[in-house]
């Protein structure tokens, strides 16, 4: 099975900062990688799929990058609401379609 | 309004059974595969279990295999998880989610939710 590292698994960051989560695969998964969103007591949200292609309603301060095993979620100027949860996952070899442990960002 | 709802959470005794159920609304149900995924008290996203858009094929992960079961009926836009055998460790909230029409295998609409506890 691909495993999906993720860092940091938690960051302090202010409203304005930008952010820098990355996801690293076990073996290369070209660009079947999706980044989800989840809040307190919510279900994930779809950010980003083909590694780097936004879902529709997504703000554009979203972005993704990257191919074969590393990959990186940018924030480009973090906003209150996006104080959450982010994690990535794999869908290159299935089943099983496999998550990052999740990354936390919190408020500074 | 595009949408799945989950149903049928609860709490059981270890060795129990439960039927979760994903009821979909406003889009065409039989062209998308649905996942079950489950996060643990405090844990991250584990994917469970898939069904391909017309029953066609299951797939589960290894801690749901033999224990679990999904099935759907395009008739009733509804997918289900039938779970036997249950252990502590499958206390979570069970989400639905629907897979993004196209090449592209991510989960693009997902459920609330509904809580499964396992405890004695």
């Known amino acids: 099975d691909i495993q999906m590292t993720q860092s940091p698994s938690s960051l302090s960051a202010s409203v304005g900062d930008r952010v820098t989560i990355t996801c690293r695969a076990t073996?290369?998964?070209?660009?079947?990688l999706a980044w989800y969103q989840q809040k307190p007591g919510k279900a994930p949200k779809l950010l980003l799929y083909a590694a780097s292609i936004l879902q529709s309603g997504v703000p554009s301060r979203f972005s993704g990058s990257g191919s074969g095993t590393d990959f990186t979620l940018t924030i480009s100027s973090l906003q209150p609401e996006d104080f959450a949860s982010y994690y990535c996952q794999q869908y290159y070899i299935t089943p099983p379609w496999t998550f990052g442990q999740g990354t936390t960002v919190e408020i500074k | 309004q595009v949408q799945v709802v989950e149903s049928g959470g609860g709490v059981v005794q270890p060795g129990g059974s439960l039927r979760l159920s994903c009821a979909a609304s406003?889009?065409?149900?039989?062209?998308?595969?649905i996942h079950w995924v489950r996060q643990a008290p405090g844990k991250g996203l584990e994917w469970v279990a898939f069904?391909?858009?017309?029953?066609?094929?299951?797939y589960y992960a290894d801690s749901a295999k033999g224990r679990f079961t999904i099935s759907r009926d395009n008739s009733k836009n509804t997918v289900y998880l039938q779970m036997n055998s249950l252990r502590d460790e499958d206390t979570a909230v069970y989400y639905c989610?629907?897979?993004?029409?196209?090449?592209?295998?991510?989960?693009?609409?997902w459920g609330q939710g509904t809580m499964v506890g396992v405890s004695s």
């Open positions: 069904i391909r858009y017309d029953g066609s094929s299951e």
């Open positions: 073996q290369g998964i070209s660009n079947s």
């Open positions: 989610a629907r897979t993004l029409y196209g090449a592209h295998d991510a989960f693009d609409i």
């Open positions: 406003g889009f065409t149900f039989s062209d998308h595969g």
